[in-house]
Nanobody, 124 residues
Framework: QVQLVESGGGLVQAGDSLRLACAGS????????VGWFRQAPGSARESVAA????????LYAESVKGRFTISRDNAGNLVYLQMSSLRPEDTAVYYC?????????????????WGQGTQVTVSS
């Protein structure tokens, strides 16, 4: 069973960049599609981005397209979320999550493995 641990969150100013990392344990990490989600206080959790098991396909929410980039390093069991031009509305707890690939990458898929989250705060 793969386990996920996020890191890289922090307090930044609007316009800054930040890179989050999701470290996966287990030899089968590259069998999983991985997504980043976020949840702001009082709001529902939302999908931000997702990447296929091999890294060849990625999907983004409209709100982050052109500003965020998801990537992965399967040799190191890592998935990254590079965030640029950060806005106060990007403030949230960010989670990475995974599901076993069955041939389809979707941000709406049921992700059944979750990390504990990392806080990102963007000040204006």
């Amino acid at each position: 069973q793969v386990q996920l641990v996020e890191s890289g969150g922090g307090l930044v100013q609007a316009g800054d960049s930040l890179r989050l990392a999701c470290a996966g344990s287990g030899r089968t990490f590259n069998n999983y599609n991985v997504g980043w989600f976020r949840q702001a206080p009082g709001s529902a959790r939302e999908s931000v981005a997702a990447i296929s098991r091999g890294g060849g396909q990625s999907l983004y929410a409209e709100s982050v397209k052109g500003r965020f980039t998801i990537s992965r390093d399967n040799a190191g069991n890592l998935v990254y979320l590079q965030m640029s031009s950060l806005r106060p509305e990007d403030t949230a707890v960010y989670y990475c999550a995974a599901y076993l690939d069955r041939g389809v990458l979707s941000r709406d898929h049921v992700f059944d493995i979750w990390g504990q989250g990392t806080q990102v705060t963007v000040s204006s």
